[in-house]
């Protein structure tokens, strides 16, 4: 399992996540939390986003110093519940453009159903990190990173806020050159597909929705 997805341990992640699987933890706290788990998780799974040197001049001498290269990063959150980690990762990288897949979980054969689908143009030189809170069966995740790949990105990242051992196994073996982050792998899947013991709907706790 540890080299199928990176878990970040970070005290503070661990801790907000305690708060967003209490049963009685509101809404409003909820979509707070996520984003502020969304922000910590952003800065690991941007880690290794490629620099080159630049010649810039500070009040006091000129001097080489990094800076991103290449075309601008893309989020692309998997509706509805991917849109609450958005936010926090363009605060850390105003300038990413943000494409959207529509999928729902079919309730009978727990398989992804796509609805819709916008990505920015010319997609083939960026970077993507595809972004939902929960990596359950591993269907809709799998099948929205398909997708993407038929745009050629130069790279895709998976994040996550939890995971089940079944989705990241059957995630792997779709994608097995796709890393994926998390803040945590769980027990299991229930037989209604829901991670155990998991923080409940992930999309209704950000939403208020049932």
Known sequence: MDDKITVINHPLIQHKLTLMRRRQTS???????????ALLLGYEVTRELPLEMQTIETPLTEM????LVGKKLVI?????????LVDSLLHLAPS??????????????????????????????????????MLATGNSAAEAVARIKEFNPRSIK??????????VDH?????????MY?????????????IIPGLGDAGDRLYGTK
């Open 27 to 37: 809404t409003a706290k909820f979509r707070s939390l996520m984003s502020e788990v």
């Open 64 to 67: 080489e110093a990094p800076h």
């Open 76 to 84: 692309v959150p998997i509706l509805r519940a991917g849109i609450g």
């Open 96 to 133: 990413a453009r943000v494409g959207h897949i529509g999928l729902y979980r079919d309730p009978e054969t727990l398989e992804p159903v796509e609805y819709y689908l916008k990505v920015p143009e010319k997609m083939h030189d960026r970077d993507v990190i595809v972004v939902d809170p």
């Open 158 to 167: 998976f994040l996550c806020l939890l995971a089940a051992p079944e989705g």
């Open 171 to 179: 995630f792997n073996d779709v994608h097995p050159d796709v890393p």
């Open 182 to 194: 998390t803040a945590a792998v769980d027990e299991k899947l229930n037989e209604k597909g829901y």
